[in-house]
């Protein structure tokens, strides 16, 4: 059973980088055809996909954050990275980590099938 933890700061201030790592337990993120994704979910609103990275280390973004969204991953530690720039009060959610196994990325939230408790960041001054 695959499991994931979130861990950051859960205050960061307006125009800085958002930071959150993913600890990834009961399987590698190098497992074939596992892919391994960043999703938010803003106060009051649904569940944003905001990208991933494959088994092979390809990464994929959302079209509306790509120019501010960065993952990487750090295969010895089996945990991988989301960094976030010049974040502003609209980039407060609860932020999620997830995967699922499957030949293709995925997309929408829905299609992933294990989850991170999810952890709260704020952004403000």
């Known amino acids: 059973q695959v499991q994931l933890q979130e861990s950051g700061p859960g205050l960061v201030k307006p125009s800085q980088t958002l930071s959150l790592t993913c600890a990834v337990s009961?399987?590698?993120?190098?497992?074939?055809?596992?892919?391994w994704s960043w999703i938010r979910q803003p106060p009051g609103k649904g569940l944003e996909w905001m990208g991933a990275i494959g088994y092979n280390g390809v990464t994929y973004y959302s079209r509306s954050l790509k120019s501010r969204t960065s993952i990487s991953r750090d295969t010895s530690k089996n945990q991988f990275t989301l960094q976030l720039t010049s974040v502003t009060p609209e980039d407060t959610a609860v932020y999620y980590c997830a995967s699922r196994g499957g030949r293709d990325i995925a997309f929408t939230p829905d299609e992933y099938n294990y989850w991170g408790q999810g952890t709260q960041v704020t952004v403000s001054s």
């Open positions: 009961g399987g590698s993120i190098t497992t074939d055809y596992y892919y």
